[in-house]
């Protein structure tokens, strides 16, 4: 079973603090995804990953940057956090060949900034 | 922009019946479609993927997928009170561009 896991089911963090969201994939997987969901919004995607060192920009990437320095780890990182990244946060990964792309999701992150 | 839409529901179904769950897609390009559930509280699990026209059933659970007309839907048949979540709707173009997804339907089934 493809195994993707987030390192913490809940966060509180303070306004103005640096934050790392962290998501490890257990399956070799190529791409890598975080997406951010609200209520009424759906999820909304933030930074993907094709393969280690790149990056590319979601639909709402101010705010936030990324690293993926090695394969199965890919990393959300809150530059200043703000209230209004309190949020639920989903990373997802996404193997590219033999035909099958369907995407697994971690547990995710709901973090809270006060 | 890439978009899909879903109702968001609730869409309310006695226990024992069929929920037809339904989304469009705008671009035309697409290649992949998925369904995933949501319960409260929980991330996306994966139920189906379909990737060409017609019907695809596993279980319960019918995908159909009608490419020219942008739409695909989901059927789940003897709806029981365990299904009630909220329903993804997910589109990609190909296997290396990211998962699109609709806001949800909300699924209710009623004992």
New interface residues.
């Given amino acids: 079973d493809v195994k993707v896991t987030q390192s913490s089911r809940y966060l509180v963090k303070r306004t103005g603090e640096k934050v790392f969201l962290e998501c490890v994939q257990d399956m070799d997987h ?2 890598m ?1 975080w ?1 951010r969901q609200d209520p ?4 909304r ?1 933030i930074y ?1 990953s ?1 393969d280690v060192k790149m990056k590319e920009k ?1 639909d709402i990437p101010e705010g936030y940057s990324v690293s993926r320095e090695k394969k199965e780890r890919f990393s959300l990182i809150l530059e200043s956090a703000s209230t209004n990244q309190t949020s639920m946060y ?1 990373c ?1 990964s ?4 033999g035909g ?9 992150t709901r973090l809270t900034v006060v | 922009q890439k978009e899909v839409e879903q109702n968001s529901g609730p869409l309310s179904v006695p226990e024992g019946a069929i929920a037809s769950l339904n989304c469009t897609y705008s671009d035309r390009g697409s290649q992949s479609f998925f369904w995933y559930r949501q319960y409260s509280g929980k991330s996306p699990e994966l139920i189906m993927s379909i990737y060409s026209n017609g019907d695809k059933e596993d279980g319960r659970f019918t995908a159909q997928l009608n490419k020219a007309s942008q739409y695909v839907s989901l059927l789940i048949r003897d709806s029981q009170p365990s299904d009630s979540a909220t329903y993804l709707c997910a589109v990609s173009v190909s296997g290396n561009t990211p998962l699109v997804f609709g806001k949800g339907t909300r699924l209710s089934v009623i004992a």
């Fill in positions: 190529e791409n995804f997406y009424g919004l759906g999820l995607l993907f094709y979601g989903l997802a996404r193997v590219v060949t099958f792309t369907e995407a697994f999701f971690g547990q995710g």
